[in-house]
């Protein structure tokens, strides 16, 4: 792969580390959480109807998911945009580190909890987002 092409994958991460953020700030209110209910519900299979945000907490916490999975969304476009020119390798590096450290923190807090479905969707979240990034570009 080219640095053209790892910059260009970058902001494909960027995405797909933000898409989930409209989900998750949609669930802070209980008129539009529905997509966030969804969300749990598919990632915790089976489809059971158990996961609900009638809890305040439950909402606090979709809020706070919904800002922190923004902010890591711009912060990696903005690697892609203003730092990568500069240190093609480094942003590489560190993109791939913040996305294992996900993957491993969450999918074995998904399997703790009761929830290992969550873990085999992590594995298809972590091979879209990270790419051709697993490996460094040529020139």
Not at 9 to 29: D, E, H, N, R, Y
Not at 67 to 79: E, N, T
Request: charged content about 10%; proline content about 5%; glycine content about 10%.
């Amino acid at each position: 792969m080219t640095q053209t092409f790892h910059k260009f994958w970058l902001k494909i991460t960027a995405i797909v580390i933000g898409s989930f953020a409209p989900v998750f700030f949609l669930g802070t209110m209980l008129a539009t959480s529905e997509p966030a209910r969804f969300t749990l519900d598919l990632l915790g299979l089976p489809l059971d109807g158990v996961q609900n945000y009638n809890e305040p907490t439950t909402r606090f916490l979709s809020a706070l998911t919904g800002g922190f999975l923004l902010g890591w969304g711009v912060m990696v476009w903005c690697l892609s945009a203003w730092v990568y020119d500069k240190a093609p390798e480094q942003v590489r590096r560190t993109v791939v580190a913040g996305l294992l450290s996900w993957f491993v923190l969450d999918s074995s807090g998904s399997i703790a909890s009761g929830n290992a479905s969550n873990a085999v969707f992590n594995i298809a979240v972590l091979l879209l987002a990270m790419g051709p990034l697993w490996r460094p570009a040529k020139g």
